[in-house]
């Protein structure tokens, strides 16, 4: 199943729908895609075909103003999986993959009222002037787990969706620091979209690690990125272990993989130059694609003003 949410063409609000080739056959009971999980699949899978028989509305694809699948989700980790996305980074700086990277799958919380669709445009962060898009495939779980093994982790995801993780990495390393974080360097805007795909979808091996996804980027309609989602090292149903441990994990929680070799700007300056790969401003195009979950395009916009701090030592 591919399900997609958009804007009503009629009256603008928040509509869902199984993709059924270019056209949309619109729910006629559930307009929320984390409505349909919280179980083993059946209330999507029913739901799916009830849109088949009997949909609200047929729409084309083309026609219509899609939003982000999940457009709030509960909470969104982005773990960093791809170790051929690390290396050359690490190497432009002389630095080495620390060894607790092969032991535990790192990720961080970002923000869920961040999250954009597909073809917003995107406002360059606040105060920041190095910024990078991240080229990124996420997991949606779809049923809750506390403590499961990679195995059983598996089990708990409902489908997969494009994820792109925007940074300032001048920010970010401003951040570094304090010892926290990442915070502002990642948190002013996270695209998803524009399908939900859900895992009987997507193209694996008899006993292949991970789904495969050709996974591209370009910029102003030039090429960047190009990477391979079967180059994971850590598995999804390892880095949903790993969430889960001492926790819980929730229906609509993402779980983003982390940049795929190549997949943004600070990967392609350290393997190239800056000069061929210069940062993002205000204008840039972001074209990004993956296959089933569809593309994500979107331009970049003038940042808001920063708001200064003031004196800390002065009241406000």
């Known amino acids: 199943m591919r399900w997609t949410a958009y804007l009503s063409p009629t009256d603008g609000t928040a509509r869902l729908g199984l993709l059924d080739g270019d056209t949309v056959l619109e729910s006629p009971t559930h307009t929320r895609l984390l409505d349909l999980l919280g179980d083993d699949g059946t209330r999507l899978a029913a739901t799916a075909d009830l849109a088949r028989r009997s949909p609200a ?27 051929d996305h690390l290396l050359p980074i690490l190497a432009a700086r002389g630095a080495t993959l620390d060894p607790a990277w092969y032991q535990l799958p790192g990720f961080y ?7 954009l669709g597909p073809n917003d445009p995107v406002p360059c962060a606040p105060g920041g002037v190095e910024l990078d898009y991240e080229l990124e495939v996420a997991a949606v779980i779809g049923r809750s787990g506390r403590n499961v093994t990679p195995q059983k982790a598996e089990d708990l995801i409902a489908g997969y969706i494009l994820l792109c993780d ?22 002013w805007a996270t695209t998803l979209g524009p399908f939900f795909v859900t895992p009987d979808e997507l193209d694996r091996e008899v006993d292949a690690r991970t789904p495969d ?19 994971l090292y850590w598995t999804f149903g390892q880095m949903i272990s790993y969430a889960s441990r001492g926790t819980e994990v929730r229906p609509g929680d993402i779980i983003g993989s982390g940049t795929v070799g190549t997949g943004c700007i600070a990967d392609l300056s350290a393997r190239h130059s800056r000069e061929e790969y210069p940062w993002l401003a205000a204008g840039d195009v972001v074209r990004l694609e993956a296959g089933p979950l569809g593309v994500i395009e979107a331009v970049l916009t003038p940042a808001p003003e920063v708001v200064p701090l003031g004196d800390p030592f002065v009241s406000q």
Do not use: C
């Open 166 to 187: 925007w940074s300032a990495r001048d920010l970010q390393r401003a951040e570094r620091g304090i010892g926290l974080g990442p915070a502002k360097g990642k948190d």
């Open 213 to 231: 996804l050709r996974l591209t980027a370009s910029v102003n309609g030039r090429a960047y990125s190009d990477g391979r989602l079967a180059d």
């Open 109 to 115: 919380f970002t923000n869920p009222a961040a999250v």
């Open 57 to 83: 509305a047929k729409h084309r694809l083309d026609e219509l103003t899609l939003t982000a699948p999940i457009p709030v989700p509960p909470t969104i980790r982005d773990f960093m999986a791809f170790e």
